[in-house]
């Protein structure tokens, strides 16, 4: 059982370049979300999805975006990237928002931008 | 914004020993998670805590939650080696989730 699977796992960019970070899950989840982690920190919410093609803004949304077009898949995609940007990006689902589920985490990407 | 402060941020302890940690936020909030989270690795659940006065264990560990007082614990037993990680709270408002800045936990033999 694959759970939560996101790729690539290291990249590094440049300054203005884009890409997007692939999130797949084969649990059937309906909630999907996308949290960045800084070097000692909490995670931050950035958006999350209740369903295919319904998305919403977390707590640091700026400088990204996301689409949901099934629900399986979750992309987070960087237009243009800043040193800001730099951290482990974590994709997460869960099969509802509001009950004992908890989330489930994939591996994460670590993106640096330089 | 919801705050969620946990203390200590960093917590030494020596093998057989209990230890709490705790988890403070600023407004209500639906539910409270536990994970654990090894060095380079992803995050891994330990407890959901739904309602004023949950408590739940899982071995050595016990989470509880009071939310009048927007506070939970999670209480180590007889601590072993294998129990260090970081160990980050996060609190749910509707879909949004807010995570602790994590209590980074080494169990010295």
């Known amino acids: 059982n694959a759970g939560v699977t996101q790729t690539p796992k290291f990249r590094i960019l440049k300054i203005g370049q884009s890409m997007t970070l692939q999130c797949a899950q084969d649990?059937?989840?309906?909630?999907m979300y996308w949290y960045r982690q800084d070097p000692g920190m909490g995670l931050k919410l950035i958006y999350y999805s209740v369903g295919a093609g319904i998305t919403d803004k977390g707590e640091v949304p700026n400088g990204y975006n996301v689409s949901r077009s099934t629900t399986e898949d979750f992309p987070l995609r960087l237009e243009l990237a800043a040193p800001s940007q730099t951290s482990v990006y974590f994709c997460?689902?869960?099969?509802?928002?509001?009950?004992?589920?908890?989330?489930?985490f994939g591996d994460g990407t670590r993106l640096s931008i330089l | 914004e919801l705050k969620v402060e946990q203390n200590p941020l960093f917590l030494s302890m020596q093998e057989g020993k209990n230890y709490t940690i705790y988890c403070n936020y600023s407004t209500t909030s639906d539910r409270l998670y536990w994970y654990r989270q090894d060095p380079g690795k992803s995050l891994e659940s330990l407890f959901v805590?739904?309602?004023?006065?949950a408590v739940k264990q899982e071995g050595r560990l016990m989470a509880s939650l009071d939310t009048k007082a927007r506070l939970s614990t999670l209480h180590i037993t007889a601590a072993v080696h294998d129990l260090s990680a970081t160990y980050f709270c996060?609190?749910?408002?509707?879909?949004?989730?807010?995570f602790g800045t994590g209590t980074s936990l080494t169990v010295i033999p």
């Open positions: 805590l739904l309602s004023n006065g």
């Open positions: 997460a689902s869960s099969y509802t928002g509001i009950s004992n589920q908890p989330q489930h």
């Open positions: 996060a609190v749910a408002t509707g879909n949004q989730f807010y």
């Open positions: 649990m059937n989840h309906n909630y």
